[in-house]
């Protein structure tokens, strides 16, 4: 291994330290480690440019701004307060009814928007019925990464997985993924009803002060709603035909962005603009750079024929072995840094002798999603959640966390390993 590859090597193991600790944002991380790179001579500007996905950063984008929009109609607090209601406003109920809706949500926006639309709203309700806030954020955190491993859209692993990979489109996502997420969240809702039963009793009082919430008052601007249901309709049928039309799924997603922002003027430009997590956006852009440096020195090669060796090419034993060291990792690593180092080591199997590549990617897909379930840092959701949480006055600890998600994680995958099994090895 020569001297670039070390240095490549060390960079990336550098960065993923600060990533985990934290003690510096991730994105200034990524960028630096990025730039660095290119600095260091280790990959070309060119090539590093080449290396960056603007498929998955132009989702990401038009997402983003439509989602944005569309919150100003405060419609998503009409289906959270409509659910609750639906359900007679009782605390278990109503737990169940959210966690359902934050599955729903986080299959079609991304994670990261669906549990900050879902936070407040589940404060608002916990309030009224002066229970715990946290079996509410446990079962939202797990219903949000289980939902959200459904569609190409969902999470940012799938996104990345969909755009490196042009045959897996919006409708084989959904083929592939949702029959086991629908599985997998019908037999883990239960566990958190029988976990969480006795700590969220409320009196019919507080109960019927819920009943008495009115639902429609949370709509501000009924033409707004009106233009963003249509143009997100259009927006996800899109995404359903997209191959079909030959258009990738950035366009689709972009297009809609601006067909919402024609149709609603330049008063939301600006505010939706600024409501794009540019602090993500960068972070994969540095992300993707510093992977290009392991890929263009062969770290990535490498990898991939030890892998091969351990397992000896066989499409079985390699699918199951990419789901659980996925997991795994992605339980106490960040899934997004993780699986844009494993996705250019999945195409370096194909050219070693793996002749079916097709389980392989949806290993990755339910491992890097499921797995981060596993603890607090697992995925963003998570963070943003438990943050949240603290800054009204209830903190979710690391440890009370994973002794309730670790082993309901280990579960989801096993049932993914049955499935995968089933459908694709047998």
């Not at 290993?363 to 596993?374: I, R």
């Amino acid at each position: 291994m020569d001297m670039q590859a070390l240095i490549a090597i060390g960079l990336f193991l550098v960065a993923y330290g600060f990533i985990i600790s934290e003690k510096i944002h991730r994105t200034i991380v990524a960028m630096t480690g990025g730039i660095l790179v290119v600095v260091l001579g280790i990959v070309n500007q060119e090539t590093a440019l080449h290396h960056i996905d603007f498929n998955t950063l132009g989702l990401l984008v038009g997402m983003m701004i439509i989602v944005s929009i569309t919150a100003e109609t405060g419609v998503f607090k009409y289906v959270a307060i409509w659910a609750a209601k639906k359900v007679g406003g009782h605390p278990v109920r109503i737990m169940v009814a959210l966690a359902i809706v934050t599955a729903f949500g986080s299959a079609f926006l991304d994670n990261v928007t669906t549990v900050l639309l879902m936070v407040p709203v589940t404060f608002s309700i916990t309030r009224q019925l002066r229970v715990n806030p946290i079996p509410f954020f446990i079962s939202q955190i797990f219903a949000c990464n289980i939902g959200g491993t459904a569609t190409l859209i969902g999470d940012p692993p799938n996104i990345m997985i969909g755009s490196a990979v042009k045959e897996l489109t919006f409708m084989a996502f959904i083929n592939n993924l949702t029959p086991i997420v629908i599985i997998i969240l019908i037999t883990t809702i239960p566990v958190f009803v029988l976990l969480f039963r006795k700590d969220i009793q409320t009196t019919e009082e507080l109960r019927r002060g819920v009943m008495d919430l009115d639902e429609k008052s949370e709509i501000q601007n009924p033409a707004l709603l009106r233009k963003s249901l249509v143009v997100l309709g259009l927006t996800i049928g899109g995404f359903f035909i997209h191959q079909i039309v030959h258009l990738e799924s950035a366009t689709v997603a972009l297009a809609g962005a601006f067909l919402l922002l024609l149709l609603t003027g330049e008063h939301y430009l600006e505010e939706s603009f600024r409501r794009v997590e540019w602090m993500t956006i960068f972070f994969f852009i540095g992300l993707f750079v510093l992977v290009s440096g392991l890929v263009e020195t062969g770290v990535i090669a490498a990898l991939a024929e030890q892998a091969i060796k351990l397992t000896g090419g066989d499409v079985t034993k390699t699918s199951i072995m990419i789901l659980w060291f996925s997991a795994l990792a992605s339980a106490f690593l960040d899934n997004i840094p993780f699986v844009a180092t494993m996705i250019p080591m999945i195409f370096e199997m194909g050219t070693m002798g793996v002749s079916d590549l097709e389980p392989l990617w949806w290993s990755l897909a339910l491992g890097a999603c499921l797995g981060g379930n596993g603890t607090l840092i697992g995925a963003s959701a998570n963070l943003i959640v438990a943050g949240m949480s603290a800054r009204e006055g209830y903190p979710i600890s690391f440890m009370k966390y994973m002794i309730i998600a670790f082993p309901l994680m280990l579960f989801s995958v096993a049932l993914a390993h049955v499935y995968i099994y089933v459908r694709y090895l047998m």
